[in-house]
Each structure stands twice: as C-alpha cells, then as structure tokens.
C-alpha cells in the first residue's frame, strides 16, 4: 500500500478471513512515489508510479515482505495510471501528458521491456485505465 506522501510503500499481511493485519510487515521509501500501484498476477512484482521524475518502479516482493527494486523506467511528463494483463506479462502505462497508453513485457526478473506505444488517445488528460480478461 501507498501510506501517502508520495514517500513509503508497505506491506501488510492478508489473514487467511481476509482481513488485512494492522502490523507492517516492512517499509521502503521511494521518493516521488504514490500515483498508482499495481501487482502482476501470479508473480511477487508490484509497480509503482512516481511522479518526481516521472517514472515506473517495479519490486519483487519476498515473503517476508521485503522490496528489491527491479525496474525504473522513465516514462513522459506525468505518468499517471498502471494495469496489467489478465495474464501478468504486461503492464501498460497512461502517459496522461502525451495522451498515450504505453506497453511493457514483464521480464521473468520482472524488469520492464518498452513494446511501444499501445494506443494513442483522442482525448487529452487520460486519468485511468483497466484492462480485462
């Protein structure tokens, strides 16, 4: 989770009734981070936006809940949202400032290779994505 200001991911632990436990498991700062967050299915990688500079991060998360970051990738002016494939072998990222949709591979290591750009949008100041199975 993002605990705001734009400073601290964390991990808690999801309880077997699906309540989340209030302790932390573990804290990794990420300066400029917060926008969005997103975990890639059937893998231990989460993705973060940050907006200072405008960029991509990608962790591993072990069981102890510990980050190892696995990707940083520079996107546009203003990255906005995060969504990945039903499938988890792609993230797509909304550039809201070039009004596009960019694609990425997610590595086996989870590190990030650019496709291109997936979709150009007709509308300027794209706030969100979702992508379905």
Do not use: H
């Not at 601290?8 to 990794?28: E, H, K, M, P, V």
């Not at 960029?55 to 949202?81: D, K, M, P, Y």
């Amino acid at each position: 989770m993002d605990t705001g200001g734009g400073k601290n991911l964390q991990t808690n632990r999801l309880n077997a009734d699906g309540t989340i436990s209030t302790a932390s498991l573990n804290r990794q700062n990420v300066a400029g981070a917060g926008g969005d967050i997103v975990f890639a299915p059937n893998t231990n990688f989460v993705y973060v936006t940050a907006a200072s500079p405008s960029r991509v991060l990608g962790f591993s998360i072990n069981n102890q809940g510990q980050f190892t970051e696995v990707a940083n990738v520079a996107i546009g002016t203003r990255v906005q949202a995060l969504a990945t494939s039903p499938d988890g072998r792609f993230l797509f990222v909304l550039d809201a400032d070039t009004n596009e949709l960019l694609a990425f591979r997610i590595e086996a290591n989870g590190g990030l290779t650019q496709l291109g750009t997936a979709l150009a949008l007709p509308r300027s100041g794209p706030t969100s994505i979702a992508v379905g199975p």
